[in-house]
Structures are given as structure tokens and as C-alpha cells.
């Protein structure tokens, strides 16, 4: 089945939404996090390491919680901004047969 690119962008304009609500204060920018669990038992870590790593993120491997986290940023902590690397991200991810896991805000290096 298809990867649905589409809802996926339309949950991370959602958060953005839901922060302006509840008046939660963002970051102007900030080290962000996509979050990507495994699909397959025979997932492509070093592989999926070696495309996300080539387009400018970091990654860092939880193999106790099965998920590899690519780092990009800090960036602009804007929907637009994070949904384009997102989807960057995304595509490389499940290439390798890892899917999204949404992201969260790290640190600003």
C-alpha cells in the first residue's frame, strides 16, 4: 500500500494548529527530529543511515524501541519548513522499510 503523503502533511500542519489553541509558545527554531520505527524485521538501517545522511540529517539509531531518528537543524520551527524535510525523510525512510513515527522538537545545537 501506498504511503499516504498527504495526511501525513496535513497531521504536522495540524500540530501547528493545535499548538496556536492551547497557546503552547514555539521555538523560532529548533533541532527537529523524524522519527521513523521499523517495518520489517529486515530493515535497511545502515542503508536508510547512509540516504538521510547524504541529504544533510543526522541519525541516531534506537534499537531498544526499534526506531531510527534523523536530526536536521536547527531550522525554522515553521509547518512548511518542517513538512518539507519531513517528507524528504519520509521518502528515504520507507524506502529502506521504515515508516514515520511523526517528529518532536530537539535541542538547538
Known amino acids: 500500500m501506498a504511503h499516504n503523503y498527504e495526511a ?3 497531521e504536522t500542519f495540524e500540530t501547528f494548529d493545535q499548538a496556536a489553541k492551547d497557546k503552547i ?4 527554531e529548533s533541532v527537529v527530529e523524524f522519527l521513523f520505527l521499523v517495518e520489517e ?5 545502515a542503508g536508510a543511515e547512509k ?3 547524504a ?3 543526522r541519525t541516531t539509531r534506537d534499537k531498544e524501541n526499534d526506531m531510527l531518528i ?4 536547527p531550522m525554522p520551527v515553521t509547518p512548511e519548513a518542517i513538512w518539507a524535510q519531513e517528507r524528504v525523510a519520509t521518502e528515504i525512510a520507507i524506502a529502506y522499510d521504515f515508516y514515520p513515527d511523526g517528529w518532536d522538537l530537539g535541542v538547538k545545537d
Open 8 to 10: 501525513q502533511r496535513r
Open 25 to 28: 509558545k514555539l521555538p523560532k
Open 41 to 45: 524485521v529486515d530493515a535497511n538501517w
Open 51 to 53: 540516504s538521510l545522511k
Open 55 to 57: 541529504k544533510g540529517f
Open 70 to 73: 534523523a536530526s536536521c537543524g
